[in-house]
């Protein structure tokens, strides 16, 4: 599956940005998705996950309560709404796609977009 992430961008903090991730080549819907991010010096991390039909779904700590994640199985997309932006949350993001239903961790992901900038000043 080849997927590719759009709606990054600068941003203040306080406010809102909105990722999409559309999928193509591969059967979407029993894909488990996830968003993860990666700032300069740092490893990647898992920023939120949900399963393959969006009844589940799984949040870091720190982002808890600010992003949502959700998907559309019939336009085989992933989004993440992201409201009250922290300069912490200063990255660049990625969806991914893993084979199972429902994988929290980096390495169960099996197909990686190409990442989308997200910058927040204070």
């Known amino acids: 599956v080849q997927l590719q992430a759009s709606g990054g961008g600068l941003a203040r903090a306080g406010e809102s940005l909105r990722l999409s991730c559309a999928a193509s080549?591969?059967?979407?819907?029993?894909?488990?998705m996830g968003w993860f991010r990666q700032a300069p010096g740092k490893e990647r991390e898992m920023v939120a996950v949900?399963?393959?039909?969006?009844?589940?779904?799984l949040y870091s700590d720190s982002v808890k309560g600010r992003f949502t994640i959700s998907r559309d199985n019939a336009k085989n997309t992933l989004n993440l709404q992201m409201s009250s932006l922290e300069p912490e949350d200063t990255a660049v993001y990625y969806c991914?796609?893993?084979?199972?239903?429902?994988?929290?961790?980096?390495?169960?992901?099996?197909?990686w977009g190409q990442g989308t900038q997200v910058t927040v000043s204070s």
């Open positions: 949900i399963n393959t039909s969006g009844s589940a779904t």
């Open positions: 991914a796609a893993a084979r199972s239903a429902f994988a929290s961790q980096v390495w169960r992901y099996d197909y």
């Open positions: 080549g591969g059967a979407f819907s029993t894909y488990g």
